[in-house]
């Protein structure tokens, strides 16, 4: 249920972000705001659910599958393909996330 709940969180954050993008640099109609703001309160409500003791582990550890979806955004949505660059920090970062997701806690 976690990584579903990180994962819908991903997608209505990024797509939220993408909206103010495309509204300020790639000249969308203003319009294109109402959903985003939509999609961002989305994103909070889904990362909120996700079973948690502490607010900011579960934000942590979103970050790194926050960095995965945005490469697969960029490679999907917006038709870019990573570079090995890309896919090498998106691996570092998810490394991360699973130390602080799944780490012995004292």
Do not use: H, N, Q
């Not at 990362?47 to 934000?59: E, Q, Y």
């Not at 926050?66 to 570092?92: C, F, K, N, Q, T």
């Amino acid at each position: 249920m976690t990584y579903g709940l990180y994962a819908l969180a991903a997608l209505a954050e990024i797509a939220g972000c993408f909206t103010f993008w495309a509204w300020l640099r790639l000249a969308k109609p203003i319009w294109w705001l109402a959903p985003g703001l939509v999609s961002l309160a989305l994103f909070a409500w889904l990362l909120a659910l996700v079973p948690s003791d502490a607010a900011g582990r579960t934000f942590a550890a979103y970050g790194g599958v926050y960095i995965v979806a945005s490469i697969l955004w960029l490679w999907m949505v917006e038709g870019r393909l990573p570079d090995r660059w890309d896919l090498s920090g998106a691996a570092v970062c998810l490394a991360g996330a699973a130390v602080i997701l799944f780490g012995p806690r004292s």
